[in-house]
């Protein structure tokens, strides 16, 4: 039944719940698919939702996703979203400059393009619940609590950052505000945030984990572990998969025969393509799923559709991106989008942007004054003497 | 004080642990109603329920995985590999993801990992490998390994209260074979070497089943003194109780049953030669198992895994050096 409603779902764009279904085209189809003619979101209908798509034909539905917004956003979480999307990108532009003027060692990894991947999602989570951040999802430490010196610090290796020297640019989180950093190898958080939803599960709490992944690492065993498990134990954890159309160099069309979205209905549990440039869409998405999953009916799957806009890392000129694919995404600029919703609120956006610019100024300052780490420390704190366990972060979302 | 097999001690120390702190929970494959593959979570099931004795798909990666975000939220899980071979389906999660958690994020992973280990029985390749060195050489996971029951409950209790990742190897052939003394009700034994026997001619320094074989070996030998040194906690290693027992015998056998190339004996015998130097009366002697897989066939596996003759003849010729 449930691959019944798939197909329908996919095949009728008069399903109703067939919602947030921007899924813009994938590597190689460019030109081939018009902004109005997107598919349709692989995944089952569900009952008494409330889509953000009526009934209609795509293009208009398209037309009316770009500017829908989420009812459960007050106009401040809407200008909240739109701030944490500037400071990611302000963040991470100051960082480049850093990494180029030799202050950040290694190399520098950025998510411009994707800030509403994670600042949505994030938003959306409770600050009881956890989340294990991945490289482009800056947004989602700046929503939690962690203040832009130590982001600084810790692209810088100094002692005040979060890892303090220890790890480098995004491989950080921040316990005390209820998230596990990242490892290289991906998709392992997806198996930290299932056991952190075990643990909650256990516990009989209402809570939920959630993380994010990309799609080159949707090849490896452990998304299969994860996705299974879940499934199999009804888990209260969010999986969203960042689908930036490229891992590295490598195109999703050498990556995957079938949209890993599709395979979550395998694995039991719904399975959800959403316009990954629309931050509110993100939102809602999430906060659908995360409703779910503290209702006890388990995990859910997210495939945010994004564009890495930039190289893998600094270094990584991008050659092997058509021109016409990064125009065509330009144009789709998640923060150009907020900015509009933003501006018709009547906000000063451009008195925003000066404030974030600001903090963003004072922070590396901060950053800057702040020691190296000593030598003979990397030696210590190997081995923990007493627990040391994850902490609550900022519950932002008015609906909280 | 009550006897108890190897095997027993550990199921006591896991009731134990259950029954005293809800955070405790045990997870594996075929750990619940079947009760394990080698019976150590027996009844378990019956007194604690299906969430605390957490039967699980066929994942080691996922065991570990979730064990650790299990355990940052503040539970404690005893995850099971049934067998200490597939911890390598595992290997990533417990190097990459557990080792340096703390290190680069403050955060404490509160995991023990059980891992039934090591031959003598025809397991072959898949089902007798003793895979501590590979962990050993990985920062952040300790690593124990009891030879007796006493040691085997202490040491796993210990390991399920330490905020840290914990490998426990415990060695299947001492299952049933190995019986002692185990004090009743709750006891920590310090991951720290114990002397199995005192001597003064030659020290022979083992962990797991190599401290059985090494006592068989040296009861008898015209009247040498041997002492017999248990190490029982790999990392931390007891680099004292080494270079004390070194210093007072002045003659090494090392004993591994793991393959010899970078075996923990290895790390053992580089730490006599480097601080104990001035001490020795001859060569840091090793017997290890080959660099060879574990054959099944019961003539090949005991021509490769150390036998009490070849520990025999190593510290006979060592005694005469």
């Not at chain 1, 069309?253 to 959403?274: H, I, K, N, T, W």
């Not at chain 2, 021509?303 to 005694?319: F, G, K, M, W, Y």
Request: aromatic share 6%.
């Amino acid at each position: 039944m449930r691959h019944m409603a798939t197909e329908a779902a996919r095949t009728d764009p008069d399903v109703p719940g067939g919602d947030v279904a921007a899924r813009p085209p994938r590597a190689g189809e460019a030109g081939l698919i018009g902004e109005g003619e997107r598919n349709v979101a692989a995944r089952p209908a569900r009952a008494g939702e409330a889509g953000l798509i009526g009934e209609g034909e795509r293009e208009e539905r398209a037309s009316r996703l770009a500017g829908e917004t989420s009812s459960r956003l007050t106009n401040a979480d809407r200008v909240g979203l739109l701030r944490a999307m500037l400071s990611m990108r302000g963040i991470e532009e100051r960082a480049m400059m850093l990494y180029r003027q030799g202050k950040v060692p290694g190399s520098f990894y950025d998510g411009f393009g994707q800030e509403a991947v994670s600042a949505g999602p994030a938003w959306a989570m409770h600050g009881h619940d956890r989340l294990c951040i991945l490289h482009r999802d800056l947004a989602a430490h700046v929503i939690r609590g962690v203040t832009l010196e130590r982001i600084f610090a810790q692209y810088m290796g100094r002692a005040g950052g979060i890892t303090g020297g220890r790890d480098g640019n995004v491989h950080f989180g921040e316990r005390r505000v209820g998230c596990v950093g990242m490892v290289s190898m991906l998709p392992d958080m997806m198996l930290v945030a299932a056991g952190l939803a075990m643990a909650f599960k256990l516990r009989g709490e209402q809570r939920a984990a959630l993380t994010w992944f990309g799609d080159g690492s949707t090849s490896r065993g452990d998304f299969h572990e994860a996705m299974n498990w879940a499934g199999v134990q009804k888990l209260p954890v969010i999986f969203i998969l960042e689908n930036n159309q490229y891992a590295y160099s490598t195109p999703t069309a050498s990556q995957f025969a079938v949209d890993p979205v599709e395979r979550a209905a395998a694995y039991g549990f719904p399975g959800l393509s959403v316009d990954g440039n629309d931050v509110e869409a993100m939102f809602e998405a999430t906060r659908e799923a995360r409703a779910r999953a503290i209702a006890g009916e388990g995990p859910s799957m997210i495939e945010a559709v994004t564009m890495r806009m930039h190289g893998h890392a600094a270094h990584d000129d991008m050659k092997y991106v058509p021109a016409e694919q990064i125009e065509e995404w330009r144009r789709k600029d998640p923060i150009d989008r907020q900015v509009r919703r933003v501006e018709a609120l009547g906000v000063d956006v451009a008195a925003l942007r000066a404030e974030v610019k600001a903090e963003i100024d004072a922070a590396v300052e901060q950053a800057l004054a702040m020691p190296m780490p000593e030598g003979e420390t990397a030696t210590d704190r190997v081995f923990a003497d007493e627990p040391a366990l994850l902490e609550d972060g900022a519950s932002r979302w008015s609906g909280f | 004080m009550p006897t108890m097999t190897y095997l027993q001690a550990i199921s006591d120390a896991m009731r134990l642990e259950m029954r005293a702190d809800e955070r405790v929970f045990v997870m594996g494959e075929d750990v619940g109603v079947f009760g394990g593959a080698f019976k150590v979570t027996d009844g378990f099931v019956d007194e604690f329920g299906p969430e605390r004795v957490m039967d699980t798909p066929l994942a080691e990666s996922a065991i570990i995985g979730t064990a650790i975000g299990a355990a940052v939220e503040g539970l404690r899980p005893i995850a099971e590999m049934q067998f200490s071979d597939f911890v390598s389906c595992g290997f990533d999660q417990l190097v990459n993801v557990a080792g340096k958690m703390f290190y680069r994020q403050g955060l404490s992973v509160n995991i023990t990992v059980r891992l039934p280990s090591g031959g003598g029985f025809s397991g072959g390749p898949f089902h007798s490998q003793n895979p501590e060195a590979w962990f050993m050489h990985s920062p952040g996971l300790k690593v124990v390994a009891p030879s007796t029951a006493e040691d085997a409950k202490g040491l796993l209790i210990k390991a399920v209260r330490d905020p840290n990742p914990v490998l426990f190897m415990e060695h299947k052939h001492l299952y049933r074979r190995v019986k002692g003394d185990v004090p009743e009700g709750s006891y920590e034994t310090e991951f720290r070497a114990r002397v199995a026997r005192e001597g003064t001619d030659l020290v022979v320094i083992a962990y797991g089943a190599m401290v059985h074989t090494a006592l068989e070996a040296t009861a008898d030998l015209d009247g040498a003194s041997v002492e017999v040194l248990d190490l029982r906690s790999l990392v931390p290693l007891d680099e004292e109780a080494i270079l004390a027992s070194v210093r007072k015998c002045s003659k090494v056998v090392v004993v591994d049953e793991a393959n010899q190339m970078c075996a923990a004996g290895a790390q053992v015998a580089a730490l006599i030669a480097q601080y104990a130097w001035e001490d020795l009366d001859g060569p840091v002697v090793r017997v290890a198992t080959p660099d060879v897989p574990i054959p099944f066939s019961p003539t090949l596996e005991q021509a490769v895994l150390p036998q009490v003759d070849d520990v025999r003849e190593a510290v006979r010729e060592l005694l005469e050096y």
